[in-house]
């Protein structure tokens, strides 16, 4: 062998052992590691090709009857602030319900040891300009940060164990984190910026699992959230509109005090922005499960 291909083969081997060691460290030897997004946000693009070897193999999978629900809001509605919640928009209240009955074989995790997951992962199930759906499997005592979701709504439902959760709105009476124009862009004028000081109230201070119904959180309610993984779980979330379009990017943060972590609902809470805690967030993992197919409504 000359010394070019030695050190080649020298070179692959290295890297063989480093993505065996990376699927062993998130997923064991069942999932790979989605080298196409490194985007911690799950916000994946919908560039992979279809999978559907481990849905139901029925057309009717809930992922599907969520999508042409999302599909059909689209097609109906332009984006206004709070027009996305259960109280004004037939779909929203219809995908709520609809989630209520999803499970783990519904997005192809039924067969997984994810007990032994070591770390977050996210995986991306459809992300268009109008909507997004993810997983995220957060591993028993794993926090999700507190982040906020800016002018979108968020319906979330848990497949697998049991969380805490904390959500805050802020106290403003408008609650447009950005200005956005006609033409989509946004305006830069209300940006959050690291360090900056946000008064909240907490909303939501709770536990939630697999036999609570779907909820939600909107522009205006609850917006900021964190959950605190008390066992391991798996979480199903639709975004709307999504992060990425138009680019609205997520902001953490952290107590301002300390012992404000101990909370009764409609507390003022006061929050600093904080920069990404990118050591803490999701790893994105390819998604194997049940992918919608677009049908013509
Ligand atoms: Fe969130």
Known sequence: MSSAASIINRYTKKLNHFVNYTKRLIFGVNSTVDNNNNNSNCNHNSSSSNNNNNSNSLGNNPIQIIYE????LAASQTFSMDIYSPENSEYIK???LVMNNLNLSHVGLEDLS????????CMGIQNNENFEMAIFILPKGAILPLHDHPNMTVLSKILLGRLHLQGFSRNIENNNYYVFMNNNEQSNSNVLQINQQIQTS???NCEKSISDSAWYLSPSNSNIHQF?????????????PPYC????????????NETDKVLNINDNVLLKVISEPSNILPIPVKYNGYKPTEKVL
């Not at 605190?228 to 709307?240: G, K, P, Q, R, Y």
């Not at 379009?245 to 301002?256: D, G, Q, T, V």
């Open 202 to 204: 907490i909303t939501e």
């Open 228 to 240: 605190v993984a008390l066992e391991t779980c798996v979480i199903f979330d639709v975004l709307v």
């Open 69 to 72: 629900y999302l599909s059909k």
């Open 245 to 256: 379009f138009p680019n609205r990017p997520c902001n953490y943060y952290a107590f301002e």
């Open 114 to 121: 994810l007990n032994q997951i070591k770390r977050s992962a």
């Open 94 to 96: 219809k995908c709520l």
